[in-house]
């Protein structure tokens, strides 16, 4: 895999940890894209309403190519 600028991916999840390794970055990893080669992730957890609104806020400003949103708080701030 050659890219020359890192792919940036956001993950919203309503969980209030970073799962060891989700199965959207194992699939990447599989795919041959390497956290902090060529791809950054930035992660964001939101346990209720108002933290997962605000985290989707900040996904959106930091403008990744893709944001994976989990759970339907999550997925929901994200469309809003």
Do not use: Y
Not at 46 to 65: C, N, V, Y
């Amino acid at each position: 895999m050659t890219t020359s600028a890192a792919m940036h991916s956001g993950l919203l999840t309503i969980w209030n940890h970073r799962p060891a390794s989700p199965p959207f970055v194992d699939g990447l990893k599989e795919s041959g894209w390497t956290d902090g080669r060529n791809v950054q992730f930035d992660f964001r957890f939101g346990t209720d309403i108002a933290t997962t609104r605000k985290h989707a806020a900040e996904m959106i400003a930091l403008a990744p190519e893709v944001i994976l949103a989990q759970g339907s708080q999550a997925a929901g701030r994200c469309c809003m």
